[in-house]
């Protein structure tokens, strides 16, 4: 059954949150799910057992209060990682990976076993440069598996203000957004040249935008509105370039 993995290097992003609110999310509407924290800070273990919510500890298995068809499950172990997830595939509807905020092989290892990667960034170019890097993986285990194996995986945007809007983010959105490696959400900005993707993601159209029906001469004062690109937009272009 699907296995959604939570992943980037960039620690603080929200990768614990992502995971968190997608695994009580899937729970609460009814489905069986496991929650796989592979995080030596245990984040979800810790939420789990003051939530009241199951786990699986060290062999210890606890009686839930809430949530009865979620299963919080520790695996901090790199070489059993993969074991750990094909199992839990097995007997739930979904399962969701928790991964430290570093780059490691148990990050190579879980995104090798996903049906889907979600990547959390912030609106910042330091934040979407390493997202850029966690997508480089995915590709790389598309190629590894030396069969057609395509792993659907972008970024989701977090940490964003719904009253502050900085360029960076913007720039951030519409970079990703043209490779088709966005999530869209409710806070996304896309613009008329985006529309919504089939698996949630932006895409980014071809067509030329609209042409204005206002037949009024543009104005000979106006200035053009490129800017030069800045040096983390251009990071960011490098990063992605090739996905
Ligand atoms: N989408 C979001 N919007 C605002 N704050 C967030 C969001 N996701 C996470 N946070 C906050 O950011 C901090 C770090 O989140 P966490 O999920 O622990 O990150 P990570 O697991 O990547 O280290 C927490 O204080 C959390 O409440
Ligand atoms: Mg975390």
């Given at each position: ?141 598309e190629k590894m598996a030396r069969r057609p194996l395509h792993i659907p995986a972008a970024v989701l945007l977090t940490k964003t ?83």
């Amino acid at each position: 059954m699907p296995t959604i993995v939570v992943a980037s290097p960039k620690g603080g992003v929200g990768n614990s949150t992502t995971a968190n609110i997608l695994m009580t999310s899937l729970a609460r509407r009814g489905a069986s799910v496991i929650g796989v924290d592979a995080d030596l800070n245990r984040p979800q273990i810790k939420w789990a057992k003051r939530a009241g919510v199951r786990t699986l500890s060290d062999q210890r298995q606890s009686a839930p209060t809430v949530l009865s068809s979620l299963t919080v499950i520790e695996e901090t172990g790199e070489k059993s990682l993969i074991a750990t997830i094909e199992a839990a595939a097995a007997r739930t509807q979904f399962v969701v990976v928790d991964l430290e905020g570093i780059a490691s092989q148990a990050a190579t290892f879980a995104i090798s076993q996903a049906d889907m990667v979600i990547i959390p960034c912030g609106p910042s170019y330091l934040d979407a440069t390493e997202a850029a890097a966690v997508l480089r993986v995915v590709t790389a285990c598309e190629k590894m598996a030396r069969r057609p194996l395509h792993i659907p995986a972008a970024v989701l945007l977090t940490k964003t203000s719904p009253a502050v809007r900085p360029d960076t983010l913007g720039e951030v959105e519409r970079q990703f957004a043209a490779h088709k490696r966005l999530y869209m959400t409710a806070g996304c900005k896309c613009g008329p040249h985006m529309r919504p993707y089939s698996a949630g993601a932006c895409r980014y159209t071809t067509s030329a935008p609209e042409k204005s029906t206002n037949s009024t001469p543009p104005s000979k004062t106006r200035k053009p509105s490129w800017r030069k690109p800045s040096a983390g937009s251009t990071m960011l272009r490098l990063a992605l370039k090739g996905l």
